[in-house]
């Protein structure tokens, strides 16, 4: 009977080890390859940028606006940027400042369109950003009605790693939750700006791309505080400091300049949103050629017939006293 137990207990072992042995090579074998996987996965979820908006969530009010910022953190260097968020009915863009922005060339300045409710902007930072905190834009909000809304990235948004091979770097962002309560006010967090756009260096150059290969003005400037506004442009054969006496044309870079033959001072006017205004100059690179400019054109043209005119007065008083 116990010799018979003892065969039962050694067959039942035999099984056991036999059922062990695969069950271990089973278990070594998931293993393995769920640390392959997130050996594989690991590197995309290390270096993706992550955007956020500070605050993270906000209770609002229907009186006056509220602001907040949309910043990155990117632990591998970005240099790209085309951003695109969606602005649920309910809430309205009053302003996108791109102050203090850490995209110093923008290719689109923060612009939202109103018929897809889709705020967009794109812009590079030459040599990359990486870090946290990088601020992208801050978005001055309003709201039409009390309610529960989210502003979300879209998905059609795109950012660039820093590199000799142009690569789309991961994105991971969390939508915005707004709470509007009616009655309540915003303080709207204004901070005054009275400082004026950073200095900036205006360059002319000529491309067989742009204008038809004309002559065009390049210009970009930045500003720390409320942002850049708008850009206007001025030309004339002489230096001035007097800048309220320059003939002011709204510009956008590339310009095309009226003076081609380039022996006129060029005036460039930032403005950030707050009104204040820097002035940068250029001057003439053929400062020996007349102007070619149509305006300066009429004004010779002027002065021209005032000369004849003024000759044949002069011709015709000396014959009548003789």
Not at 188 to 217: H, M
Not at 277 to 297: F, H, Q, T, Y
Request: proline content about 6%.
């Amino acid at each position: 009977m116990m010799k018979k137990e003892r065969n039962g207990m050694q067959k039942n072992g035999e099984s056991a080890e036999r059922i062990s042995k695969p069950l271990g090579g089973f278990v070594r074998a998931g293993l393995f390859t769920i640390v392959a996987f997130l050996i594989i996965i690991s590197p995309c979820a290390a270096h993706a940028a992550s955007l956020y908006f500070d605050p993270g969530g906000v209770t609002a009010g229907t009186d006056g606006i509220f602001k907040v910022g949309l910043l990155i953190d990117a632990k591998k260097p970005v240099n790209a940027f085309d951003i695109k968020l969606r602005i649920p009915v309910g809430l309205n863009v009053v302003d996108a400042s791109d102050g203090n922005s850490i995209i110093n060339l923008w290719i689109e300045r923060p612009s939202f369109d109103q018929s897809t409710r889709i705020l967009s902007f794109s812009g590079i930072v030459p040599g990359g950003f990486s870090g946290r905190g990088g601020r992208l834009a801050v978005l001055s909000l309003a709201a039409d009605e009390p309610g529960s809304f989210n502003v979300a990235l879209d998905l059609a948004s795109v950012i660039m790693l820093n590199g000799a091979v142009p690569t789309a770097d991961t994105i991971e962002s969390a939508a915005l939750p707004v709470i509007v309560e009616a009655g309540k006010q915003n303080l709207g967090n204004i901070i005054p700006d009275y400082d004026p756009p950073e200095e900036f260096i205006p360059s002319v150059a000529t491309s067989s791309e742009i204008f038809n290969g004309r002559y065009a003005l390049y210009f970009e400037a930045q500003d720390k505080g409320s942002g850049i506004q708008s850009y206007l442009e001025a030309e004339s054969p002489f230096f001035t400091k007097d800048y309220r006496s320059l003939t002011w044309r709204d510009a956008r870079s590339p310009y095309l300049i009226d003076d081609q033959s380039l022996s006129s001072y060029i005036y460039v006017k930032a403005v950030d949103k707050a009104g204040n205004e820097r002035v940068e100059s250029l001057p003439p690179v053929n400062p020996g050629s007349w102007p070619r400019s149509s305006g300066w054109a009429i004004i010779i043209t002027i002065a021209l017939i005032l000369a004849i005119a003024w000759l044949f007065f002069i011709k015709k008083f000396k014959h009548v006293k003789h």
